[in-house]
């Protein structure tokens, strides 16, 4: 199945051509400028502008007042209040990310998931990976989708689910998450390789796509020694 979106936003295939120069660049190397990929990919200034601000956002770029766009130094811990793709972040570290698919099925949705899905009792896709860095585990990811998007089965699920979901219409755009502390249960210390009882720093997510529709339910259960997420908050001035 074509991974290419025709329907995609046109700033975000000129974002994921950026983050493929990006893994290959090195910190400091300059970027296209705005008027360039303008050119580039036959569109506005402004769209350009889109997916270059996009990528300073997330890190992955910085821009030099008068001089251009660079590539940014890797950074190793994800800000929490950003949605970035895991895969991304750890390119960014370095390393290279791989996905180990535990299972992938159509099954009937719990009543939470549907609750949270908003969809009636129906069924969804409900993939289990074990994500990894240079081959080692550091994540058992539990994740849902609505299941109209059945379709998803017959992608590639070591590589980017979120890439898959694009290639379908639905383009991950903004989420909410709950982030806790738990012990490693025996499926976990089974997937992670770690002990059972050990800490995990647990991400629950939902995320929506670009129309306000809730696309995904997840549980990422990251080995606590391995991972850690980076809060940005502001101060409220004292009353």
């Not at 990929?37 to 890190?59: H, I, K, P, W, Y």
Request: proline fraction near 8%.
């Amino acid at each position: 199945m074509s991974a290419g979106p025709d329907f995609a936003p046109r700033y975000f295939r000129i974002e994921q051509e950026l983050r493929a120069r990006i893994a290959k660049a090195r910190p400091h190397d300059p970027l296209p400028s705005e008027p360039e990929l303008a050119r580039e990919f036959g569109v506005s200034r402004m769209t350009a502008r889109a997916a270059v601000t996009q990528l300073v956002n997330d890190g992955l770029a910085y821009r030099a007042p008068g001089r251009g766009t660079f590539v940014a130094v890797p950074t190793g811990p994800r800000r929490a209040d950003n949605l970035i793709r895991l895969s991304e972040e750890i390119r960014k570290q370095g390393k290279v990310p791989s996905s180990r698919v535990v299972s992938a099925e159509l099954r009937p949705a719990s009543v939470i998931e549907a609750t949270r899905l908003r969809q009636r009792a129906g069924d969804v896709v409900a993939i289990y990976r074990v994500r990894q860095a240079d081959g080692d585990p550091f994540a058992f990811e539990h994740a849902c989708y609505p299941g109209v998007l059945s379709a998803l089965l017959d992608f590639d699920l070591s590589g980017s689910v979120h890439e898959a979901l694009v290639a379908l219409g639905r383009v991950p755009t903004r989420g909410t998450s709950t982030i806790t502390a738990q012990p490693a249960n025996e499926e976990d210390a089974k997937e992670l390789g770690v002990p059972v009882g050990s800490a995990l720093l647990v991400e629950e997510r939902l995320i929506l796509d670009q129309e306000g529709r809730p696309l995904e339910l997840s549980e990422s259960r990251y080995t606590g020694t391995k991972y850690r997420l980076d809060v940005a908050f502001g101060v409220e001035p004292h009353q």
